[in-house]
């Protein structure tokens, strides 16, 4: 029996506390993410930031890559001054998912970026972010209360790899962002809007996706799945591959 894929999932790096130990840096992310994976028949194996010079390195010994939600992308990566309700607030995660992101899209390697993860896509591809939604859609769908995730309905479109994994009309999803995608990156095309415009999945060559809802907090693993089986058809790129596509 072939093995299971081995999927890397980009991690949080934040300060938390657990039995005796208060404020302690760790590398984490939540559960949801890996359940995710190893329920639609992958191995999780956990990506903390690392030097950017790694990253060629690292993903040699995966077979696909996913970069997870979190806090917002510097704009001083895509040109822009923050706003006053950006939360850039780990630089070494932007560096790190954004040198992964280069690294797989040279390379060919199957990618997933959900929710920041699709956002840090369309930066590192040359696009830009709208910094607060509810300065231009009303009212605000998008984002929950703090702690939970809200729901709406996003609409793929026929025709694309989502509208292909995704073939309804509509489907009502997970969701918690307050950012989205503005001008789209070079080489990538919109797979999903909301019903008020916003830009809800992009994707690119090969297994190239980005959805901006939460996949992992519902129980539909058909995108998770689908990444899984370009996984297993692609496997492990060599490293040297991986270098010569990036120069």
């Not at 999932?9 to 995710?36: G, H």
């Not at 910094?131 to 929950?144: F, K, N, R």
């Amino acid at each position: 029996m072939d093995r299971r894929p081995f999927i890397g999932v980009s991690t949080y790096q934040v300060d938390a506390s657990w039995s005796d130990w208060r404020a302690r840096p760790v590398a984490l992310v939540p559960e949801r993410y890996t359940a995710y994976v190893r329920d639609s028949g992958g191995i999780a194996v956990l990506l903390p930031p690392d030097a950017p010079e790694r990253a060629p390195e690292v993903l040699a010994r995966l077979d696909a890559l996913v970069i997870a939600g979190g806090p917002d992308i510097d704009p001083a990566y895509y040109g822009q001054p923050p706003h006053p309700l950006t939360e850039a607030s780990c630089p070494e995660r932007d560096h790190w998912e954004s040198a992964l992101i280069r690294a797989a899209l040279a390379a060919g390697i199957p990618l997933l970026g959900i929710c920041r993860g699709m956002q840090v896509l369309n930066v590192v591809c040359g696009g830009t972010l709208i910094q607060h939604l509810p300065d231009v859609v009303d009212p605000d769908v998008h984002a929950g209360t703090p702690g939970t995730y809200g729901r709406h309905v996003v609409r793929p479109v026929p025709g694309t790899l989502l509208g292909g994994l995704l073939p309804e009309s509509e489907l009502t999803v997970p969701t918690f962002h307050h950012q989205a995608v503005d001008r789209l990156g070079a080489g990538l095309r919109v797979s999903a809007h909301a019903p008020d415009g916003t830009v809800e999945a992009v994707e690119g060559p090969g297994f190239t996706l980005g959805v901006q809802w939460h996949p992992e907090q519902g129980d539909d693993l058909r995108v998770m799945q689908a990444l899984v089986r370009a996984a297993t058809a692609a496997r492990t790129v060599p490293l040297e591959a991986v270098e010569s596509a990036l120069g």
